[in-house]
C-alpha cells in the first residue's frame, strides 16, 4: 500500500481547508467566530480516522456530516449578525458591517 494510501490529513489541515472554503462565502462574519465553528466541528482530537487517507480526501474531501454543521453554525451567525443590526440605529449599521470587515 503506498503512503498516500494510509496517511491522510488532520485537523490542522482540514480546518485551515474549510476557512478557506467557507471565509469567501461568509466574509462578513469575524474572524474569531469562524475559527470558533470550525475548532467545535474540527477539534485538535479529532485524528485523521474521520478524514481517511489523502488519497480518499482527494475524493470525496470533507465528510458530509461535518460540513453540514458548519455551514449550520455558520449560517446562525449570518442570522445573528442581521438581528443586531435591525436592533441598532441607523447611523450604527454602517459601523458594525465596517468593523467585521477589517
Known sequence: MALYEEQGPD?????DYMYKKVHKQY????????NRVLLTHIPDTLHSAPFGSWRGWATFGMPTH??????VDLDKGLQAMDKLEHLLPCRF?????????Q
Open 11 to 15: 485537523a490542522n489541515y482540514v480546518r
Open 27 to 34: 466574509f462578513v462574519l469575524p474572524d474569531l467566530y469562524i
Open 66 to 71: 461535518i460540513g453540514k454543521a458548519i455551514v
Open 93 to 101: 449599521r454602517a459601523n458594525l458591517r465596517q468593523t467585521f470587515l
